[in-house]
């Protein structure tokens, strides 16, 4: 009897703490504003800053915001949609990381490992060390070689050849290395006539070391690139409107590109130009620009990355490497980093920004410590913020880069009702 009793006892009291309601602290979820969020966006259109927006937003893998403003193609007055195609520029390189880093785990490679011991065309780069008095370019040896680790945190010293290149370097970029007309192998024959802007770990330098990355997927796994992104990142996660080619049965899905003026207006480019390198099948498929995508399959890729690898049921990547690719690798002894702390108290990782501090001025974009992220040409944006469970996804397409700030504004407004540490304070 005494046995039954303290077991009958027992288990009143389990049953009474699992009634026991967790406390406010435990339940509380980050509030996101949808109304604030729409506001936000549709200002910019109903301004005519933007030609149109549209953003996608997830807490704990709930949908919490969607919405879409203004104009895909202004000309013709068709709205922005969640299925609008995009061009995505640079938001391509996290997801070429993430497929170097399934070869990784595979151990096909070491991150320490000399790039020229898969990619002998850059096997004997130099370094431009400056000028003689004759104005003739200086080269020496590299005091080490880069190596595969460096290629994904962009201090390889490899160079860009854009406007940020020192002006000694201009004569080596006079003819650009990478075409869309070239293959991943005449890029890489290309890059090895050219030196490095600086000696390999000296400084964070934005390069083609993600280009470098995706062909390093080529040679490693025996794959072409887009083939091996297909079928080992794109597929499982169902994104199925991305790629590198957008069909012609989707083409009239795919948002016009908009140059915006000194004074703010709106000017169309050229479609044939703009819109050039998805409706053809060429043959660069690059690791650090030329994918299109949708809101749905890029949030689908960041609620991966929230989920340390893995995405209903479908693993693509080990939690232990997500957590290696978003956090901070960069030397402090790397103080050189060109515009790098324009994206805020950031370090960064594997093919992402991380943030290392919590916004300090007004001016910083809201954001919580230990989230990753990355932005493209078009002023499009996505991060994964583990602290909140969250991921967000901005569409937009307009050069030159940052002209109009709505990706601050976005952010602000995602984070409103958020902890006061993740948002900048008032001017």
């Known amino acids: ?43 910019f259109t109903d301004a005519g800053k933007l030609a149109g927006a549209s ?52 151990g096909k490679f070491r991150l320490d490992d000399p790039v020229a011991k898969y990619i002998p065309e850059l096997a004997n780069v130099k370094v431009l060390q400056g000028l003689d008095a004759k104005g003739k370019p200086i080269l020496v040896a590299p005091v080490r070689q880069m190596t595969i680790r460096d290629v994904t945190r962009h201090t390889a010293g490899l160079t860009y050849c854009g406007g940020d290149i020192r002006p000694e370097m201009a004569q080596f970029c006079a003819d650009k290395p990478m075409k869309p007309e070239y293959t991943l192998d005449e890029f890489a024959r290309r890059l090895g006539q050219i030196p490095l802007e600086y000696q390999p770990g000296e400084q964070w330098k934005y390069s083609f070391g993600v280009d470098v990355q995706a062909l390093l997927v080529q040679r490693i796994s025996g794959m072409p690139f887009d083939q091996y992104l297909k079928k080992t990142v794109l597929d499982p996660l169902g994104m199925k409107d991305t790629g590198f080619y957008v069909p012609p049965e989707k083409q009239n899905r795919l948002m016009a590109v908009y140059d915006v ?80 702390p324009s994206k805020g108290q950031v370090g960064f990782g594997i093919d992402f920004a991380v943030r290392i501090a ?33 991921t967000a996804v901005f569409f937009t397409q307009y050069v030159p880069f940052g002209r109009v700030p709505a990706h601050k504004a976005f952010r602000d407004a995602v984070y409103e009702g958020f902890d006061p540490s993740a948002v900048a304070p008032k001017p």
């Open 1 to 43: 009897m005494l046995r039954k009793f303290l077991v009958a006892g027992a288990a009143l009291a389990l049953a009474g703490c699992a009634s026991v309601p967790q406390s406010p602290v435990q339940q509380a979820a980050p509030a996101v504003n949808p109304a604030r969020i729409d506001a936000t966006l549709k200002n």
């Open 55 to 106: 953003a996608l937003v997830t807490v704990d893998g709930k949908e919490v915001y969607s919405g879409a403003f203004g104009y895909s193609d202004r000309e013709a007055k068709k709205p922005m949609a969640r299925d609008t195609i995009v061009q995505i520029y640079s938001m391509t390189k996290p997801i070429t990381g993430v497929a170097l880093m399934k070869l990784w785990e595979e």
């Open 261 to 340: 003026g000194t004074d703010g207006t709106l000017t169309r480019e050229n479609d044939a130009d703009a819109l050039s390198f998805p409706t053809k099948r060429w043959p660069l498929t690059p690791g650090g620009y030329g994918l299109s995508s949708t809101l749905d399959d890029y949030s689908r890729f960041a609620r991966m990355l929230l989920g340390e690898g893995a995405l209903d049921g479908v693993r693509i990547l080990q939690p232990s490497t997500v957590r290696l690719m978003s956090t901070s690798v960069l030397d402090p002894a790397v103080t050189d980093r060109i515009w790098l």
């Open 358 to 390: 919590p916004p300090k001025a007004a001016d910083e974009s809201s954001g919580a410590v230990g989230e990753f992220f990355w932005d493209g040409r078009n002023y499009t944006l996505f991060w994964v913020d583990p602290k909140n469970k969250l």
